[in-house]
Every structure is written in structure tokens, then in C-alpha cells.
């Protein structure tokens, strides 16, 4: 068993989002934060015989990464990775799988779509959480005021706190999306953004699908 370049850098942004994860058998990969407020689903081009569990992303990638080209042997109770002539190698052993929150294995569903914005890059939502950090502020939001949507950065317990503020689209509604700084982990890429009423927002570039879940503060208003 191979996993290619693509594969491991795909485990990469789902490990940002749990430190444990148990892999599904096949190609579409899954996870969930610990306080369940954010979902990631992903296609990885390697299909995985079997399901598994890993306790540890950070220390399996770093592991992984001992081996300049790894090959993957895989039993039901730990993955054996080996370099190129079979001379070095590691068994490295699974998790129990029912210690690792799991999350569902089908997409989230997403009713009572309201606000859509077609193309939002990660430069520049980094840009505004490069703000945030800077002017320590925790919250960023998708804001319409009836005529602009902004992505803004701010202290949504005071409203005469600093903000940045980037436009994005145009809209004849007012709402207001609050997402928490520490949910917005998006793998790089082009995104459409989609709103629900149900105080979520779902992202969905070529690669990557994250379900995030927004804070009570959000309103939306026709």
C-alpha cells in the first residue's frame, strides 16, 4: 500500500482539525473537532483497504516522515512503513478506535441555505486572521449590512472594539455569521461559502469540505 504525496498532505489539514482520527476504508477521509464545532471531508487519491485508528496525528506524520519513500503494510493492528530496500522500518501501532470521536460518515446535512458567496480565497482569509492575531481579537464574522458582505475581524462583546475588515460580495440582506478565530483551520485553496439559517457555514473548495459551526450571536433577518 501506497500513500502518495497528495495523500499524507491531506492528513496533514485533517489533523489540524483533531489530533485523533480514525480512517475510513476507501478514499473519502473524515473528522471532527474535539467540541464537535468543526467537520472536515476530504478525498485523498489512495484508497485504504481497511479502517483504522491513530491517537497521535502529529507524532504518525512525523513518523511518516522518518522514511524518504515510504511503503505501507497494513494488519489489523498496526501499520508496518518501510523504506525503499525493506533495511529500515517501523510498526507503528493503532488506537483502540472507540476512544476516538468519530463523527458521521456522511456529509453534515446543510438546510436553509441564505447568503452564498461564490469564491473566497484563503490569502485572504488569512488575511484577516493575520489581523485578528495582531489586534487580539477573537472573533471573525461574515457580515452583510444590505448592500456589501464583509469578512471582519472583531470583539463581538464590544462593539467599539478595533476591526479589519475585507468586502467580498454584495447583498441586499443584513446577518451576521460570528465564527471563533481558532475554528477557521481551511486548507489553502479557492472556496465557495455557503450560510444557513441554522447558525453554520460550509466551505467547499476543490479538495476540501469543513462544516463550521457559528457562535449564538449570529442573526440572520430578510
Known amino acids: 500500500m501506497q500513500f ?3 495523500s ?3 492528513f496533514k489539514y485533517i489533523s489540524q482539525i483533531n489530533s485523533s482520527v ?5 478514499k473519502t477521509q473524515r473528522a471532527v473537532s474535539i467540541d464537535k464545532g468543526l467537520v472536515i471531508a476530504t478525498e485523498i487519491p489512495d484508497s485504504i483497504p481497511k479502517e483504522f485508528a491513530i491517537g497521535d496525528m502529529g507524532r504518525f506524520l512525523s513518523t511518516i516522515s522518518l522514511f524518504k519513500e515510504p511503503k505501507f503494510s497494513l494488519t489489523d493492528t498496526n501499520l508496518l512503513i518501510e523504506d525503499a530496500s525493506g ?3 517501523t510498526t507503528y501501532v493503532f488506537t483502540d478506535k472507540e476512544n476516538v470521536l468519530r463523527g458521521k460518515d456522511t456529509d453534515l446535512d ?3 441555505i441564505v447568503v452564498s458567496i461564490d469564491k473566497l480565497s484563503t490569502e485572504t482569509l488569512e488575511s484577516v486572521k493575520k489581523a485578528a492575531s ?3 481579537l477573537q472573533t471573525v464574522s461574515f457580515v452583510g449590512d444590505g448592500k456589501s458582505v464583509s469578512l471582519v475581524a472583531h470583539d463581538k462583546k464590544n462593539p467599539d472594539s478595533d476591526k479589519y475588515s475585507v468586502e467580498i460580495g454584495e447583498t441586499d440582506l443584513t446577518f451576521n455569521f460570528d465564527i471563533s478565530v481558532e475554528r477557521l483551520k481551511l486548507a489553502p485553496g479557492t472556496y465557495s461559502v455557503d450560510m444557513s439559517e441554522k447558525k453554520m457555514v460550509r466551505f467547499i473548495s476543490e479538495k476540501y469540505r469543513y462544516w463550521i459551526a457559528c457562535d449564538s450571536t449570529s442573526k440572520f433577518s430578510r
Open 110 to 112: 446543510f438546510p436553509a
Open 87 to 89: 533495511k529500515v522500518k
Open 134 to 136: 495582531v489586534l487580539t
Open 22 to 26: 480514525v480512517f475510513r476504508a476507501g
Open 4 to 6: 502518495s504525496a497528495a
Open 8 to 10: 499524507i498532505e491531506a
